[in-house]
């Protein structure tokens, strides 16, 4: 892996329009925050898990990275290139480079084109029509692991690992370096999503791909990620080494999100751990650690005081008191 990042994000915050003229007359920032000062790196080959419950910042974070939402403040490199500030012609071809899988396998697919011309698109767009697009079209489709008489077939006719194949396809049609991957395996069945896996990781290894990946099922990041980073209310609480923060998270908010995740081993006891209470809105954000509300280990300290990030191993995070090493996640259970 390369020294130099391919992805760097510093300080990112991203607010969308909230309230009146007289907001900002009274002194307060205007906007709400989904995005809330967050940054991270990420490597040449790697691939970078952003988990979370939903309304958490996750999908807002990728699709400021791919400039389809505006940057407030902070700075994005990607590979060598400043990208906040880009106009929309600029940012056209970093696109290419680094596209974007979205959500819904089917529903993110336009009905009205057979895949033969969805898997063209792309060359389309980028202004590469001249090249021989029936045989891209079948390149891609041998890339993914389907056959080339689908290429007829429209999205409705299609199964949901078929169509996340496809979609698959369209996102590595023009040798991208990164793949932002918005919960792939969404919506589809447990056999297909390994399918799925299996295929992201086989496209890793053999076109060099770096990928960042979004959800919210852990099987998922166990399965795929090599660094991951837990998002609450637009901010990392915690972010390191995949397998280290499985087998030690000392947020309390990242054990119990690994809590939930079912134990394959019946051997194994497993204490899952419930937090009370709603997420707060975004509007009315906490004080202090803004996780204090639902915490099963917080202190007066936390309601008060906003947290110094700190650095326990391979992992930062910003926590007052943060479960040690020998004592992770499963004892904190309330």
Do not use: W
């Amino acid at each position: 892996m390369s020294a130099e990042p391919l992805l760097s994000v510093s300080d990112v915050r991203v607010r969308f329009p909230s309230g009146s003229s007289l907001t900002s007359l009274a002194g307060k920032p205007r906007g709400i925050e989904a995005v809330s000062g967050v940054s991270f790196t990420l490597g040449r080959g790697e691939t970078f898990a952003l988990v979370g419950e939903s309304g958490s910042g996750k999908t807002t974070l990728a699709r400021t990275l791919n400039g389809l939402q505006a940057v407030a403040t902070g700075s994005i490199r990607f590979d060598g290139q400043h990208l906040v500030g880009l106009s929309e012609a600029q940012m056209k071809p970093v696109r290419g480079r680094m596209p974007m899988m979205f959500q819904d396998p089917v529903g993110s697919l336009s009905p009205r084109l057979s895949v033969r011309l969805l898997l063209a698109e792309p060359f389309v767009i980028h202004g590469l029509s001249k090249r021989d697009l029936n045989a891209e079209v079948a390149r891609l489709l041998a890339l993914v692991g389907l056959p080339r008489d689908l290429a007829d077939r429209y999205p409705h006719q299609l199964s949901g690992g078929q169509a996340r194949r496809v979609g698959v396809a369209r996102a590595i049609a023009l040798d991208p370096v990164l793949v932002l991957a918005d919960e792939p395996t969404a919506g589809l069945d447990v056999s297909v999503q390994g399918e799925v896996l299996n295929l992201l990781n086989d496209l890793r290894d053999r076109m060099g791909l770096s990928i960042l990946i979004i959800t919210h099922n852990l099987h998922v990041v166990r399965q795929i990620a090599d660094r991951m980073a837990v998002m609450y209310l637009g901010r990392f609480v915690e972010q390191g080494e995949t397998g280290a923060m499985f087998r030690a998270p000392h947020h309390p908010y990242t054990a119990a999100l690994l809590s939930a995740n079912p134990e394959p081993d019946p051997d194994k006891i497993h204490n899952r751990i419930v937090l009370p209470a709603e997420v707060p809105s975004l509007v009315a954000r906490p004080s202090g650690c803004e996780f204090h509300t639902r915490c099963p280990c917080a202190q007066p300290l936390c309601a008060s005081d906003v947290p110094p990030p700190v650095t326990i191993g391979a992992s930062r995070l910003t926590c007052h008191f943060p479960l040690s090493v020998e004592a992770p996640a499963a004892s904190a259970s309330a």
